[in-house]
């Protein structure tokens, strides 16, 4: 696993890992794992839970 960036200017760094397919890994900081779409889709959901309650 290698971690890399689309430009030398980005900000988010993703996580190339040629054993698993499908799973897009990203960070800020290279120690904070976040996993796109499942990660975003959980944050949102807790988010969404306080307005509705």
């Given at each position: 696993?290698?971690?890399?960036?689309?430009?030398?200017?980005n900000?988010i760094?993703?996580?190339?890992?040629?054993?698993?397919?499908?799973?897009?890994?990203?960070?800020?900081?290279?120690?904070?794992?976040k996993?796109?779409?499942?990660?975003i889709d959980?944050e949102?959901?807790?988010?969404?839970?306080?307005?509705?309650?």
């Amino acid at each position: 696993m290698k971690w890399y960036k689309n430009n030398h200017d980005n900000k988010i760094w993703w996580l190339d890992d040629p054993m698993t397919i499908g799973k897009l890994v990203f960070s800020f900081d290279k120690k904070l794992k976040k996993q796109r779409f499942t990660s975003i889709d959980a944050e949102i959901g807790a988010s969404k839970k306080k307005l509705h309650n």
